[in-house]
């Protein structure tokens, strides 16, 4: 006997409820009784399943909507659905950083699961336009189903777990689906942010619900559940992939190329539901074809609206969301010539909410909604499967002449002396499966010399030809002024390694690369003088921090030098660090058994000095090598401060250098105890945690000897409370003393756009470092790009060697700037230093880590924590 979903005979969405008149009382009860329906709320009229499988309510021992599901719930139900059923599989592609595992059900028929390999091989190869049209037609289409990959956006998991039932148990017109059609179901892409967030809902869960915005169960504290362990956006890590779930999931998505994956979200109470298409042409990537905008989404988008029609459900189309950054889930599969959908629901953030526009907002409501498109989706992209597989084969077949449109034969890139960065740069291009080639003879580009061994090539030809370009390309031309996220994502400026645009002629290439470079460092020798690491190499911070945990004392050299080794003769640049055997409270033995773990299990090579006389540059003993101090440090997390930051800056000292950071939350501030600290960092948000005699026993510690490390938004309120005195307070929106130019009187409909476009949301941009600067430690060109997404306006320091770092006279590089920001921003400074009495102030006025792929900026955050103290008073 088969199971039905009986027609709902009241169905009433909260905004029809809202339409009708009806009572609050009514519209709340009408939505309590909607969290404790059965199959029959959630599905069409007619529905029908095989009684053998257990819906999710049966599974889980309450009706979907009633409560916030679990993360090991949702993995126990697909496991379930797996263990009972021939159409279903179960993997898990990767784990989180708090070892949740990231689960993924595959659907199709009993007969393709016999064939799974075959048709996924099939389907690569039909994509390359191996297999002719008409076979290709034969092979299953390829879907993924994504859900979640905010943690807080909770209703996308829960339809996860009705469409996998309806997928595995639903029968009719769904056999046919699964017979044509592979389904990879991810039902929640961001586990740990998910199970912070579902513990909140529940744990606040009242009977009767409770709709009152107010309430605690609708205001998470800070984080929030929308991000991953670290705090990071994982909706922005598909290009980047900082992430372990970025990585996995890419991988995953890589192997299988889908022809359709679905990107299902939710966004504020008092909005209703939106599908693509996104806003005509300003929110598309200018890379990707117009087809995918203006025919393939547009085959789905009436269905979808014809769907929530049916139930009552309002919507919006062609707003506000945008199309155009590869690291989004809707955006990066488009690359690989699916078609990425991005899904957002009305969220009650909580089981019910009361909504200012439309009513009440349920739970269920919003799952019910995102059910009915994922059900849409499916049998679409089965009706549309010889026009998507057609568009998919086309979209990598057109690849050789988007190349040769674009006229750049290839990008080079590599550092002289960074292995560390080249590595981890090649990792990141191989993951995205782009093609890399080794470099076989010294070449010049745009005046600058690139080597064999320490230079590769991207040939711009190849099926990865446009995620390359968005690899290495720098932009400045765009339809539109006003930006959802970000204007521009150039990876190569991000890591600051040296690249160029190859035109005119491929130098001679070696194979291809199929594995990043790495190096295992050599044995140390004994050294009874010195140990010196060089401070240039992406590694060496981390390096330095173990040695320093395993007891030894280091300097640092403020001025480049060469040493006898026995290696030989050595160069060493500013930052170079030195162990000398005479001031260490370890025997030589130990020190010899520190250095050498430190070399082989980081392969960063540590020299041993044969002599303390330098060649024509200061002596080992000289006095320009300053003491190295193992940073202590301290920052304030909680409520008001971008969690993005802190979480940002957290990531990089755990995860790349393996230092413990003391996360004080705002609230416990007045309990520090400021001697056990020597660097304070502080990110953007409100500061009214330091004021009053909290604010001068920050002053009495940095005039002891602390160094302030104060980044963006926190740069500003520093110097606007004189904690940097030679550093004036900035200017917001404008320079310090510009003219002010009264406005034209416009019409109130284009305020927005207006405004959005003097916004600065995004972009690149060109500073010249000084290399002298401790800060400056470490780098080896003047050139280093920032990014910059506010509208804080510094002036140089009145100290002649404060500005570390100053945007040049024509710093544009990539992104979207008006005119008068950009005439502003020239000039302007990007890395601020003072003395406070004994102590450093270090403004970081661009964040120097910005989504955790900024790895050429990050050297100056490390520099002020290791070297703040030897910044000098002018």
Do not use: C
């Amino acid at each position: 006997m088969k199971r039905t979903a009986r027609p709902f005979l009241i169905v009433l969405s909260a905004l029809a409820l809202t339409s009708t008149g009806a009572t609050a009382q009514q519209l709340l009860q009408a939505q309590s009784d909607a969290a404790t329906r059965g199959l029959d709320y959630y599905f069409p009229a007619g529905t029908t399943f095989e009684p053998g499988i257990p819906s999710p309510a049966e599974f889980l021992g309450y009706p979907i909507g009633s409560y916030h599901t679990r993360h090991d719930r949702i993995v126990a139900y697909m496991q379930e659905l797996a263990r009972l059923s021939e159409r279903a599989t179960y993997q898990e592609i990767g784990m989180t950083f708090e070892h949740r595992p990231m689960p993924v059900l595959t659907v199709t028929s009993p007969a393709n699961h016999g064939r799974l390999e075959e048709i996924r091989t099939s389907h690569l190869a039909a994509s390359r336009g191996e297999i002719d049209a008409a076979a290709a037609n034969e092979i299953p289409l390829i879907l993924h189903l994504g859900y979640g990959v905010h943690g807080n956006e909770t209703s996308s998991a829960e339809a996860a777990l009705l469409t996998a039932y309806w997928l595995v148990a639903g029968t009719g017109e769904v056999e046919d689906h699964l017979a044509n059609g592979v389904y990879h179901i991810e039902p929640n892409l961001n586990p740990d942010g998910r199970d912070r967030h579902t513990h909140w809902a529940n744990m606040h869960r009242a009977e009767p619900f409770v709709a009152d915005p107010l309430d605690r169960e609708h205001n998470e504290v800070w984080p929030g559940g929308r991000t991953n362990h670290y705090w990071f956006d994982l909706n922005r890590d598909w290009f980047p992939l900082v992430n372990p779930e970025s990585k996995a999931r890419i991988a995953f998505h890589q192997r299988w190329r889908p022809n359709l994956v679905t990107d299902y979200h939710e966004m504020g109470a008092n909005s209703t539901y939106f599908f693509e298409p996104s806003e005509p042409v300003g929110s598309w990537n200018p890379l990707l074809p117009e087809r995918i905008y203006t025919d393939i989404t547009m085959r789905f988008a009436d269905d979808w609206a014809e769907t929530l029609d049916d139930i009552g459900s309002l919507y919006f189309t062609r707003e506000v969301y945008d199309n155009s950054y590869p690291g989004y889930g809707s955006t990066y599969p488009n690359f690989l010539g699916g078609l990425g959908l991005v899904f957002e629901q009305a969220s009650a953030r909580g089981h019910i909410q009361e909504s200012s526009h439309h009513g009440v907002l349920a739970f269920a409501f919003g799952i019910r909604n995102h059910l009915r498109t994922a059900m849409t989706t499916v049998r679409v992209a089965m009706e549309e499967r010889a026009a998507m597989r057609s568009y998919q084969r086309q979209f990598f077949a057109d690849a050789p002449a988007e190349a040769r449109a674009y006229g750049a034969d290839g990008w080079i890139f590599g550092d002289p002396v960074d292995w560390t960065l080249n590595r981890d740069f090649i990792d990141l291009l191989l993951r995205h499966r782009i093609e890399v080639r080794e470099l076989a003879e010294a070449t010049a580009v745009d005046g600058r010399a690139f080597e064999p061994g320490s230079a590769w090539v991207v040939p711009s030809s190849q099926p990865m030809h446009l995620l390359a370009r968005s690899v290495f390309e720098r932009t400045d031309t765009f339809a539109d002024s006003v930006f959802y996220d970000a204007s521009t994502w150039t990876l190569s400026l991000a890591y600051g390694i040296p690249d160029g645009e190859i035109r005119g002629g491929m130098p001679e290439l070696g194979p291809p690369v199929t594995r990043a470079p790495d190096r295992v460092a050599p044995p140390v020798a004994r050294s009874g003088i010195a140990y010196l690491m060089d401070w240039r190499l992406s590694e060496s911070p981390r390096a330095l921090h173990a040695l320093q945990s395993r007891g030894v004392r280091a300097e640092v050299a403020s001025r480049p030098l060469t040493v006898r080794t026995t290696s030989g003769t050595v160069d060493f640049g500013r930052g170079a660090i030195s162990m000398p055997v005479a001031i260490q409270t370890l025997d030589a033995d130990a020190l010899h058994s520190a250095v050498s773990q430190v070399a082989q299990e980081l392969g960063v090579p540590i020299h041993a000095a044969e002599s303390g006389w330098a060649v024509d540059t200061p002596d080992l003993g000289s006095r320009s090598f300053l003491p190295v101090r193992a940073p202590r440090v301290l920052m304030p997390i909680g409520d008001g401060l971008s969690s993005y930051e802190a979480g940002q800056l957290w990531h990089l000292l755990d995860q790349r250098i393996g230092m413990a950071v003391s996360k004080v939350d705002v609230g416990d501030m007045g309990r520090v105890d400021w001697s056990r600290y020597d660097v304070l960092v502080l990110v953007t948000g409100n500061m009214s945690f330091l004021q009053g005699d909290r604010l001068e026993a920050l002053r009495r510690w940095i005039r002891g000897g602390g160094t302030l490390v104060a980044v963006r938004g926190a740069a500003a309120w520093a110097a606007q409370n004189g904690l940097a005195p030679n550093i004036g307070a900035p200017g917001l929106g404008r320079r310090v003393g510009e003219e002010t130019v009264e406005a034209p009187r416009r019409d109130y409909e284009v305020a927005g756009e207006l405004s959005g476009a003097q916004s600065i949301g995004g972009s690149i941009w060109a500073t010249d470092l000084d290399l002298s600067h401790p800060l400056g430690w470490g780098y080896q060109r003047r050139f280093l790009p920032v990014w910059r997404d506010h509208a804080y306006f510094f002036e140089p320091s009145e100290n002649p060697y404060g500005t570390v770092a100053q945007l040049t006279d024509a710093p544009h590089l990539s992104g979207y700037i008006s005119d008068e920001n950009e005439a502003r921003l020239a000039g302007s400074p990007s890395v601020l230093a003072d003395r406070l009495g004994g102590g450093s102030v270090v403004l970081l006025v661009d964040n120097p880590n910005f989504r955790g792929y900024w790895r050429g900026t990050n050297r100056l955050f490390l520099n002020a924590l290791f070297f703040g103290d030897h910044i000098r008073a002018p």
